[in-house]
């Protein structure tokens, strides 16, 4: 089999894709328009293909992924549900692809639409205001530490540390940092859980913030959690909700109501946007009433006249990115909202829980939880057992793909042993997640029966297990330049 | 409406196994549950949605075809179909991160050649699959830069597009650094300015081709002050403009941002765009974001994984080299596409046109009465034009009047240039285009 061309490989002198309009005014040589110092020497070595050839190329490539609209993606802590399309359809709208400095009368439509996701988020979450301004989950993070940081500040208060537990998603630590803060981490008790006890004994008056992922990465609620939210503020210092596993909770509990002052939400997880194999995402931050000054970006404000604006909180840490927003990220995430409304977004937490809830008690027996008690969205299971067998969780995770599902999260959260991480969504039907079990209960027999088959696997995909150490050694990042 | 995937008696047997008579028994345990949530009434079917987003949609009034002249950082230009066509696939927008490499060559193919077209775009050896946005791209090579040297501030020319620079400062403001601004004169970065600023305790100087007013910096120049004084240089470039101008890498950048907006992207109000960063080898370990590399498989067949992940933040944690996970992959794949197609010859001809357009336009603007350029260097496709009066009720009067957003009143940045109107022409301008809007121009004006 020969290796997967790339475009460049494609690339023949004189091919031609697609042409610019017509020039229709007065043409003139580059050197008089701007000096020749400021001209590039030689043209940019870009690939000669013909529209065909880019059409076939990344249709071809697109075909080798796993996707959602292929198969089963149960990716812990990636929140992998169906993408309705109805959503795209409404992003696309061409009344919404608007410059961003548009003029205000111009862009009421979409001014009233983020409006309103921001009602629906502040509803969603107990939260008092909204920022739609953040491009994803990670910058969101940043924008909260931020904001509590500015309100620490603002109270004469410089905090020096950020508490966050060890099965935390790993931006929490780096955002924290980016904020200027340093990280202690608090361990996870017997539970799986943060003991409000332990949390005590580390909440002096130099910690700003508390970042707790809720339900945590090990899929599990965090029931301490009015006693954690009490002694976070008697401390003087604010809590955080990582909002990645909202799926679990959307339309069941608000976080608000939980005494968190501080969230963000992915929308490419609990809000369904395409993930789009790594981004465009959306990171909304919504904070309680005494934090909205400090938000960042802008807020869409509506007037005495009905007529919507944009307005820069008064205090705000400023901007995190050009421009408004990934509007067009909101425009999905808007419409999912409005599709589903609270009793369907309650149906989907519920779902998510069942499904997960159901893997975890059709596996406990071969793969055993690293909590056995209820979860939430989704299930931590551990492969320690299969590891004495000889197969580590990489080895069944890959033989996996053999049998068409995309495997969980592996390796992660950290504190488990070969961590199984596994979040099914409310999208797929039970016959899919009986698929899967069995497909993982073959494996483990497999693991007797012919074990270098699954050390060996996957065997049936586009290209085999990569040597990525020595890919890392050596790393080549760009095709070189032929001749 | 909702998207689960069982039917009742599906979840009856799921409960079932589960040994429970109902979800709720599972989650008891949560306190101050809610029973409805009242500001997010019952959904809407499909045809219902779209009538009430279309709704929305008609409420805004977009220009219409020929009629934006602003650009300001998001530019207007011709999107080949085949762009939208092949990013609107669900194999490559339902996927994730590609943390399984032998399920998703499809993207990291993608990524690498967005990678490699970075590169040769900007003439530096390695480019990571995409940042946000152009702005925190900025952030991030300053903070790169501050890792590098171990320095704490940061020289941003007064000609970086403002709202780039309040990103910077917010970034810097978390790790306590500082801006050291450079400022700007005749739309562009004085050298003796850099000179003036940058020191032992700078570690990286920023300037922006073409500059937030359109005029073409000397990035040569630039770079070598930034480099005398040991700092890193970092250029901040439209990569369309890079398909006819001096690639940072010729002219002595260690590092390289930008928006790839420009290529194929749509304006959607803001976003999502994509950044980018391109940096020389001896930096590539300092980098954050994503990155993809090639590697052989036990077959020995080429393919490509994520590599370097020891400077992210899913291993690294708090030491990451930065706290970004997901980026913008099909931002940067629509990106790659219109690269492909526009191709060596046909990216040098839009950029080109670019040129010649804006150059038109602006001789033909310059024949009404009492207007004139605000700076009189060299520009790409986009020129400030001095008016006899108040740029932002000039911008009023034409669209109230016309339809045509005739460019920026940059009063709303800058006091001092309140009388001044930046316009962007880009390939989607015709000459009548131009002729309409010099109509409009002259009679807001009388």
Wanted: proline letters at 6%; hydrophobic letters at 40%.
């Amino acid at each position: 089999m020969t290796d997967i061309p790339l475009i460049f490989e494609m690339s023949q002198p004189g091919r031609r894709g697609w042409r610019p309009p017509a020039l229709d005014v007065e043409d003139a040589p580059l050197e008089e328009l701007i000096p020749a110092g400021l001209l590039r020497e030689d043209a940019p070595e870009l690939p000669e293909v013909t529209e065909l050839d880019v059409m076939r190329h990344f249709t071809r490539i697109s075909s080798l992924n796993m996707c959602i609209d292929t198969h089963f993606y149960p990716l812990g802590s990636c929140t992998m549900k169906y993408n309705p399309r109805v959503t795209e359809k409404c992003a696309r709208l061409p009344g919404f692809d608007l410059h961003p400095y548009a003029p205000v009368e111009s862009s009421q439509g979409t001014l009233e639409l983020l409006h309103g996701l921001q009602r629906m988020l502040c509803e969603l979450t107990g939260m008092a205001a909204f920022t739609l301004h953040p491009a994803a989950g990670a910058q969101g993070e940043l924008a909260g530490i931020l904001v509590a940081r500015a309100w620490h500040e603002s109270r004469g208060e410089r905090r020096s540390k950020v508490v966050i537990p060890d099965s935390a998603h790993g931006t929490n630590p780096a955002s924290a940092r980016l904020g200027g803060y340093e990280v202690v981490t608090i361990r996870s008790d017997g539970r799986g859980r943060t003991s409000p006890a332990d949390l005590r004994m580390l909440m002096g008056g130099d910690v700003a913030l508390f970042m707790l992922t809720n339900p945590n990465t090990l899929g599990l609620f965090e029931d301490g959690i009015l006693e954690i939210a009490d002694i976070v503020h008697q401390a003087g210092a604010l809590l955080y909700l990582d909002g990645a596993n909202l799926n679990a909770l959307a339309g069941i509990v608000r976080p608000g109501d939980l005494g968190f002052d501080i969230v963000h939400v992915n929308t490419h997880k609990t809000l369904a946007t395409p993930h789009g194999g790594g981004g465009p995402g959306a990171g909304p931050v919504g904070v309680a009433g005494h934090l909205a000054e400090f938000l960042p970006g802008w807020v869409v404000e509506q007037d005495e006249r009905e007529r919507f604006r944009l307005s820069r909180p008064a205090r705000s840490i400023g901007q995190l990115r050009a421009f408004f927003g990934s509007t067009a990220v909101l425009i999905r995430a808007y419409a999912y909202l409005r599709a589903l409304g609270g009793p369907g977004l309650r149906e989907n937490s519920l779902t998510a829980i069942l499904n997960a809830n159901y893997l975890r008690c059709r596996l406990r027996e071969t793969f055993a939880p690293h909590v056995d008690e209820p979860c939430m969205h989704e299930c931590v299971l551990s492969a320690k057992a299969q590891k004495k067998r000889g197969v580590r969780a990489l080895d069944i995770a890959k033989r996996l793909l053999d049998y068409g599902f995309h495997p969980p999260t592996i390796y992660f959260p950290l504190i488990v042993d070969e961590a199984l991480m596994i979040e099914p969504t409310e999208s797929e039907s039970k016959s899919t997640l009986d698929g899967f079990v069995d497909a993982l209960l073959k494996i483990d027999r497999e693991i007797d029966e012919c074990p270098d088959v699954v050390r060996g696997a996957p065997h049936s995909t586009p290209v085999g297990r990569l040597d990525e150490v020595s890919a890392a050694r050596r790393p080549v990042l760009t095709m070189p330049v032929e001749g | 409406m909702d998207w689960t995937g069982s039917s009742a008696e599906e979840r009856r047997e799921m409960l079932a196994a589960i040994g429970v008579d109902s979800v709720e028994e599972l989650i008891s345990g949560i306190p101050r549950q809610v029973e409805a949530l009242p500001g997010l009434p019952g959904g809407l079917d499909e045809a219902s949605l779209l009538r009430h987003v279309s709704a929305l949609a008609g409420r805004n009034r977009p220009a219409g075809p020929g009629k934006c002249f602003i650009g300001a950082g998001a530019y207007e230009h011709a999107t080949p179909a085949v762009v939208e066509a092949l990013v609107s696939r669900g194999e490559f927008s339902t996927t994730y991160t590609p943390y399984q490499p032998e399920v998703s060559q499809g993207t990291l193919i993608a990524a690498f050649e967005f990678q490699t077209l970075i590169a040769r775009l900007t003439g530096l050896d390695a480019a990571n699959s995409s940042m946000y946005d152009g702005a925190s791209a900025t952030a991030e090579a300053a903070l790169l830069a501050m890792r590098q040297t171990g320095r704490k501030e940061v020289a941003v020319s007064g000609a970086v597009h403002p709202e780039w620079t309040a990103v910077i400062r917010t970034y810097l403001s978390g790790v306590g650094a500082h801006i050291r601004t450079v400022p700007d004169e005749g739309g562009r970065t004085p050298l003796r300015g850099i000179e003036a600023v940058v020191d032992g305790d700078v570690a990286c100087v920023v300037v922006q081709q073409p500059s937030f007013f359109g005029q073409l910096e000397d990035l040569r120049a630039a770079a070598k002050a930034a480099h005398a004084a040991g700092a890193l240089f970092v250029a901040a470039c439209n990569p369309l403009a890079l398909g006819i101008l001096a690639s940072p890498g010729e002219c002595g950048a260690d590092i390289a941002v930008g928006d790839v907006q420009p290529l194929g992207i749509p304006l959607n109000f803001g976003g999502p765009y994509a950044g980018y960063m391109a940096v020389r080898e001896w930096l590539v370990r300092q980098m954050p974001g994503r990155l993809v590399g090639m590697a052989r498989d036990s077959r020995g067949r080429r393919g490509f994984t994520l590599t370097l992940q020891t400077r992210e933040q899913h291993i690294r944690r708090e030491r990451a080299t930065s706290n970004i996970c997901t980026n913008q992959a099909l931002v940067a794949l629509a990106a790659t596409v219109y690269l492909c197609l526009l191709g060596k010859q046909g990216l040098r001809d839009v950029a080109r046109q670019n040129a010649v357009r804006a150059r038109r336009a602006a001789e033909r603007l310059l024949e009404i009465p009492g207007v004139s350029l605000a700076f009189d260097g060299p520009f790409f496709n986009e020129f400030v034009l001095r008016l006899p009066r108040d740029a932002a009720e000039v911008c009023r009067r034409v669209t109230e009047r016309t339809g045509i957003w005739p460019g920026l009143d940059l009063g709303r940045f800058r006091q001092d240039l309140a009388d001044c109107l930046m316009v962007c022409v880009t390939e989607t301008k015709t000459a009548e285009d131009v002729e309409a809007l010099k109509t409009a121009l002259e009679d807001a004006l009388r």
